[in-house]
């Protein structure tokens, strides 16, 4: 049985995040309090209003400088996630209908897990600022110093699978692809490099991790009869996104034996990073990825075909030999393809065998692959 749900942070006031974006869009210059409040006309009421929000602002953590004759300017983001912050003027359709952020819990996704039986819990976002139970892939744990990552677990109820082949994983293929285009993109855009994926779920740097990825099919309890919350169509079958970004952590917060296999946004720029603002921009692409698959349905539609477009172009070693792991054994050969319905795709170079009889290429469903590893020609 899950343990009790951890305490809400006692409510805060809704913050202007409107006038943080106008503090902000002047680049760290000076705005006077006059033309915050409206003009140089502006009424003493509307100055005092501004005023206050300027205090609620920088009692949040945001950094505000003030100037006795030149006003007040933007200086730095706050240490710790905003939520008024994140889902200002969203207009998402799916993922960010609801937004929740927690200090501190055990796992994000367990947490969005609890949620799988509502069906108007689609589109849930479970944020944290530490986790003391998180996880990856095959059981390893997830760990990073408070306020320092993207800890963010989604909760989705597909209307279909638009990649069945791929449904090895307990159905979590297209899923994990997802999400990692989605993580690539936002840690392009923030580091202005090129992020790749590591078969199935690490986002990369230059060989270095920075980002994780772990889908989930949680275990769906229905209501119990004449319980007004409506019941999950049976056939649905709810998966939790689970992501962890390294964002504004450093080198010294890495274990000594990972400092030279992991980095982080910040690492990376040498600036910290506005961690609302990713967990923003990690939503919006999140949500364009998912409707777009959605919208295509289960047949090879537009938005399916693109995601697997966007998927091949960022895996690694992609052109070069590699070492397939499969449960039949391994497989090395040149990684010729990736596809969410054929599989992988290899020009084999181990010893022939029934699959070689006819061509050079060996396709191996996405189910089989245990592991992809680097290898060298024979």
Known sequence: MPGPAPRLAPALPVLNIALLDRLRAAGGGFVALQELAGGAAAAELELDRVRADLEALAAFGFAIERHPYRGVAYAGPADRLCPDQIEHELRTRRVGRRIVVWSRVSSTNDLAA???GSPEADGLVVLAEEQTAGRGRLGRAWTAPPRSSILMSVLLIPESDPHPDADGHEGR??????????????????????????????????????AGILVERPAVMQPDPGSPRPALDRR???????????????????????????????????????????????????????????????????????????????IEGLGRF????TPDGPRTGRFVDLDLRRGLTLEIADAPGPHAADSPHVNIPLPDILAVEAASPT
């Open 173 to 210: 293929g297209w899923l994990t692809a997802m999400a990692s285009v989605a993580t690539a993109e936002v840690v392009s855009d923030l580091t202005g490099q090129r992020a790749d994926i590591k078969w199935p779920n690490d986002v990369r740097i230059n060989g270095r991790k920075i």
């Open 114 to 116: 609890q949620a799988a």
């Open 322 to 325: 590699v070492r397939v792991l």
């Open 236 to 314: 649905a079958r709810p998966a939790v996104v689970g992501i962890g970004l390294n964002v504004n952590v450093v080198r010294d917060d890495l274990p000594a034996e990972l400092r030279d296999r992991a980095t982080s946004i910040r690492i990376e720029t040498g600036i910290p990073a506005d961690r609302s603002e990713t967990a923003r921009a990690l939503i919006c692409r999140l949500d364009h990825w998912y409707d777009a698959v959605q919208a295509a349905g289960a047949g090879a539609g537009a938005g399916a075909g693109a995601l697997n477009a966007a998927w091949r172009d960022r």
